[in-house]
């Protein structure tokens, strides 16, 4: 069952990026497609915990829902929204798989976390496919500005993520018996609510310009299957494995999305994006490493206790 659902997780999330893409193109503003899509998530994932007896929605009153609201969905998907207007979906997942480096990037500064050297190697490595990745925009006579402005708001889109997760780490270590579920709920209400005052402010919705059938379908899979159900399966996951072995998704997703575009969507993918995508995730699990060989020696040690 593990395997099953980790698998189904992992596809659903390799394919998120491209149907944001198909949104974007389909003539939905960014932020406005991106507010509803996670105000609307959040807002039925709560209602379905309220129907069933448990508490949801009382977590909008507490500061720290609002805060990893902020990190997590309103400063990672503003970026990646407003990016996919200019980049390939599978440039943009594999920019947007360097989380890693922006948690560990964040635990040094702020939680004073001393890195390890193979931790160090594995960030120096994906950088360095990052910079293999946007080498031909870089070297070129006339660089493609907007191209490089939404490259960069990904990555920076990675902060968010990394400080979101670690502050919803930190609060559900503290308060065990608070539900992953009800939180994600939360924080993704709280996120969406944020992009939609950012829309009202900064976007002009052009209904004629919207392609209904396309734009429709995008919203509607981004709402259940990549946010709700896709969150869910992945909270899920902690509990019935650990903390890690759900996040090995980054290894997987990238691949996959990068595949469907060029596939299904006509994605260029050049000698630099190969190179770039390979040498990014090959630093996430240098990176990763001492954690996936601690986990496999686990699991060998479960599995033989059984037998």
């Given at each position: 069952?593990?395997?099953?659902?980790?698998?189904?997780?992992?596809a659903?999330?390799?394919?998120?990026?491209l149907?944001?893409?198909?949104?974007?193109?389909?003539?939905l503003?960014?932020?406005?497609?991106?507010?509803?899509?996670f105000?609307?998530?959040?807002?039925?994932l709560?209602?379905g915990?309220?129907?069933?007896?448990?508490?949801?929605?009382?977590?909008l009153?507490?500061?720290e829902?609002?805060?990893?609201?902020?990190?997590?969905?309103?400063?990672?998907?503003?970026?990646l929204?407003?990016?996919?207007?200019?980049?390939?979906?599978?440039?943009?997942?594999v920019l947007s798989?360097?989380?890693?480096?922006a948690?560990?990037?964040?635990?040094?500064?702020?939680?004073?976390?001393?890195?390890?050297?193979?931790?160090?190697?594995?960030?120096?490595v994906?950088?360095?496919?990052?910079?293999?990745?946007?080498?031909?925009?870089?070297?070129?006579?006339?660089?493609?500005?907007?191209?490089?402005?939404?490259?960069?708001l990904?990555?920076?889109?990675?902060?968010?993520?990394?400080?979101g997760?670690?502050?919803q780490?930190?609060?559900?270590?503290?308060?065990?018996a608070?539900?992953?579920?009800a939180?994600?709920?939360?924080?993704?209400?709280?996120?969406?609510?944020?992009?939609?005052?950012l829309?009202l402010?900064?976007?002009?919705?052009?209904?004629?310009?919207?392609?209904?059938?396309?734009?429709l379908?995008?919203?509607?899979?981004?709402?259940?299957?990549?946010?709700?159900?896709?969150?869910?399966l992945?909270?899920?996951?902690?509990?019935?494995?650990?903390?890690?072995?759900?996040?090995?998704?980054?290894?997987?997703?990238?691949?996959?999305?990068?595949?469907?575009?060029?596939?299904?969507?006509?994605e260029?993918?050049?000698?630099?994006t190969?190179?770039?995508?390979?040498?990014?995730?090959?630093?996430?699990?240098?990176?990763?490493?001492?954690?996936?060989?601690?986990?496999?020696?686990?699991?060998?040690?479960?599995?033989?206790?059984?037998?």
């Amino acid at each position: 069952m593990v395997v099953l659902l980790y698998s189904l997780m992992c596809a659903i999330f390799g394919t998120t990026f491209l149907v944001i893409k198909l949104g974007v193109d389909a003539g939905l503003p960014p932020l406005l497609s991106a507010s509803l899509r996670f105000f609307a998530a959040g807002a039925l994932l709560l209602l379905g915990l309220r129907l069933r007896g448990k508490p949801s929605f009382g977590l909008l009153a507490r500061k720290e829902t609002w805060l990893i609201g902020c990190g997590s969905t309103f400063v990672t998907f503003a970026t990646l929204y407003w990016a996919e207007q200019h980049l390939d979906s599978g440039t943009a997942a594999v920019l947007s798989a360097t989380a890693p480096i922006a948690v560990l990037l964040l635990q040094s500064v702020f939680w004073k976390k001393r890195s390890t050297k193979l931790e160090r190697r594995g960030a120096l490595v994906s950088f360095a496919g990052v910079v293999v990745l946007l080498l031909p925009s870089l070297a070129a006579v006339h660089p493609d500005r907007l191209w490089l402005l939404s490259a960069a708001l990904v990555l920076l889109g990675q902060i968010g993520y990394a400080s979101g997760s670690l502050l919803q780490r930190r609060l559900l270590t503290k308060e065990p018996a608070l539900s992953p579920i009800a939180l994600n709920g939360g924080q993704m209400l709280a996120g969406g609510a944020g992009m939609a005052l950012l829309s009202l402010l900064t976007e002009r919705i052009d209904p004629s310009a919207v392609e209904p059938l396309p734009a429709l379908a995008s919203l509607l899979y981004l709402i259940v299957i990549g946010s709700m159900l896709g969150h869910s399966l992945f909270a899920w996951l902690i509990r019935a494995t650990n903390a890690f072995f759900p996040s090995t998704w980054l290894y997987i997703s990238p691949a996959l999305a990068l595949g469907l575009g060029a596939a299904l969507y006509g994605e260029r993918l050049s000698g630099f994006t190969a190179a770039g995508s390979l040498i990014v995730l090959a630093g996430i699990v240098l990176l990763r490493l001492p954690e996936l060989k601690s986990q496999l020696l686990a699991a060998k040690k479960r599995s033989r206790e059984a037998a």
